[in-house]
C-alpha cells in the first residue's frame, strides 16, 4: 500500500529534511515485508493571501487536488483524535488488508486545515494539544509511519 504525505510548506536543507529521508528509506525498505510503502512526500507552497480564510481556503484546494487519486484520506490536525502508535499501526494494517491502493495524509500550513478537508478525510489525527511547525509534524508522521511497519512486522524497535 502507497502512502503520500502532502504538506503545505517546504522542508529546507539540513537536519529536519536528513531525517524525514532517513525514515522514508527506512519506511521503503522494511515495508517491503508487510505491503506498506513507498512513502512519497510532496509539498506545496504557502498560499500568499492577506486574509487566514483565504489562505486556508487555496493551501485546502492545494491538497485535495494533490490527493485526488488516494484510496483513503488522514489529516493531521491538532482538533484530530490522539491514538497509540499500536493503534495506528493496526489501522494501517487494518486498511492495506482491506485494500487500500494509496493512503494520503496531509499536514496543512500554519492557519490548518480549511473545514472541507476535515470532512472529506476519513480519519483526523492529532500528536497532541501542542501546536508543531510543519517541519516537526512531517519528521513525526514519517517516523510513525516506520513505527507501524515494525509494529507489523514484529521487529523490536517499537517496546510497550
Not at 1 to 15: C, S
Not at 55 to 82: P, S, V
Request: charged share 30%.
Amino acid at each position: 500500500m502507497r502512502m503520500t504525505i502532502a504538506a503545505i510548506g517546504r522542508l529546507k536543507a539540513g537536519p529536519e529534511r536528513q531525517l524525514v529521508e532517513r525514515y522514508v528509506e527506512r519506511v521503503a525498505k522494511a515495508g517491503k515485508a508487510v505491503a506498506l510503502g513507498p512513502v512519497t512526500v510532496r509539498e506545496f507552497a504557502e498560499s500568499r493571501a492577506e486574509r487566514t480564510d483565504d489562505r486556508r481556503r487555496a493551501e485546502t484546494d492545494q491538497l485535495i487536488e494533490a490527493t485526488a487519486g488516494a484510496t483513503r484520506l488522514i489529516a493531521l490536525d491538532e482538533r484530530g483524535k490522539t491514538v497509540t502508535s499500536a493503534d495506528f499501526a493496526a489501522l494501517l494494517g487494518r486498511l492495506r488488508d482491506d485494500g487500500a491502493g494509496e493512503i494520503a495524509f496531509v499536514i496543512g500550513g500554519a492557519d490548518g486545515h480549511d473545514e472541507r478537508l476535515r470532512d472529506r478525510a476519513d480519519h483526523v489525527f492529532s500528536f497532541g494539544p501542542m501546536t508543531f511547525p510543519h517541519q516537526i509534524v512531517r519528521l513525526l508522521l514519517v517516523e510513525q509511519l516506520y513505527r507501524a511497519v515494525t509494529i507489523l512486522s514484529g521487529h523490536p524497535y517499537h517496546r510497550e
